[in-house]
């Protein structure tokens, strides 16, 4: 039987529609949640995730602001940018847009970023406030990762849980959160021996590598759930024949746009996996309504015995 399709559309909706419920109580409280967003320098692909991310606070009614420093900026001039955003109190939110300039010294200006404001979750607080179980902001991709699971009650106590992929914003992160979860949490990485047979012992494997269609039968035990957080392009005639023989939809717009995005998992593996989400369509939508729920989140956390509703979200 083939997969159940996990719709991360459907569940950022969700997400969405609940958070712009909590902002309005917010803000008729006078407490409308504020996200800062910094995008140094041209970089067409931040040009639109940033544009995504501004998009999505005014249709939730989050206050937002763009701070757009030139290529030129220095590491100085953003931590003085940082600082000002860091006492603002209607800010409660500020994310910096990787990559910044090649020049400017990246990890001191997160470094620099209030871990209350840290809506990302990267500052070191905020990873250890996750690895202790205290209440923090959690890197949104990961986050989404698990609000998946959660909302299409898919157990997580007890179940075997793979995570091929060990980075600092999504594999690590993702293993914490399902080992927080009562998951029995295996992380994997280039080095790990016999890949397919470890990921086969998974009940929940999430692919978070960077390599298109890695993921294939065998790595998956039957009726598995599988979270492929991967994005990649696929531009060589060969690899999408790899990818997607036969798949009329994909044939049509990979011709007309010389490119398509894929997972790091294998469309095949729709055919023995239990509940499956897709790429695009899947973890991607989640990304932008958990930065949207952390927003209000860091505003409750730091403002919470100010406002009249708190819900301890
Ligand atoms: P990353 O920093 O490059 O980390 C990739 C991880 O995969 C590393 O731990 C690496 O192992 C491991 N890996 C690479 N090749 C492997 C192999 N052949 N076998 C086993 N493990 C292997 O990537 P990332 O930032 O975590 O992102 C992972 C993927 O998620 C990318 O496709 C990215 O575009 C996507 N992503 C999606 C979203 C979203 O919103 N959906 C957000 C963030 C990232 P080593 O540590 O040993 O090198």
Redesign the pocket.
């Known amino acids: 039987m083939a997969a159940i399709i996990l719709d991360g559309v459907k569940i950022a909706s969700e997400i969405r529609a609940e958070v712009a419920g909590e902002v309005k109580i917010m803000t008729a409280a006078g407490l409308r949640p504020g996200l800062a967003v910094v995008l140094a320098g041209h970089n067409p692909a931040s040009e639109i995730y940033v544009r995504g991310k501004v998009k999505s606070c005014d249709e939730l009614g989050i206050y937002s602001e763009k701070h757009t420093p030139p290529d030129t900026v220095t590491t100085d001039e953003l931590l003085e940018l940082v600082n000002d955003l860091n006492r603002r109190d209607e800010i409660d939110g500020i994310l910096v847009q990787l990559p910044l300039p090649a020049h400017v010294d990246t990890k001191k200006v997160l470094m620099a970023v209030d871990p209350a404001k840290d809506v990302d979750g990267f500052h070191p607080v905020n990873v250890g406030f996750l690895s202790t179980q205290r209440p923090g902001l959690v890197p ?2 990961p986050a ?1 990762v698990v609000e998946i699971l959660k909302r299409r009650n898919i157990p997580i106590a007890g179940q075997e849980a793979v995570v ?8 690590k992160p993702v293993a914490m959160l399902l080992l927080n979860g009562n998951a029995t949490v295996t992380v ?5 021996r016999d ?1 397919p047979a470890v990921c086969r012992r998974a009940d929940i494997l999430v ?5 298109a269609g ?1 993921i294939t039968l065998d790595y998956i035990k039957l009726d598995a759930t599988v979270i492929d ?4 392009q696929v531009t060589e005639r060969a690899e999408f024949e790899r990818l997607f023989a036969g798949n009329a939809k994909r044939e049509e717009s990979f011709r007309r746009k010389g490119s398509t995005l894929v ?2 998992v294998h469309p095949e593996v729709a055919q023995v996996a239990g509940a499956l989400t897709p ?1 695009p369509g ?7 309504a958990m930065l949207m729920s952390n927003t209000v989140k860091a505003a409750k956390l730091r403002r919470g015995s100010r406002m009249v509703e708190f819900s301890g979200r």
Request: hydrophobic share 40%; charged share 15%.
């Open positions: 949104c991709t989404g091929v992929g060990r980075s600092d914003i999504v594999g994997c990485h280039s080095k790990t890949l692919a978070a590598i960077g390599r890695m957080v991967g994005m990649n997972g790091d790429v899947g973890v991607g939508p989640l990304t932008i």
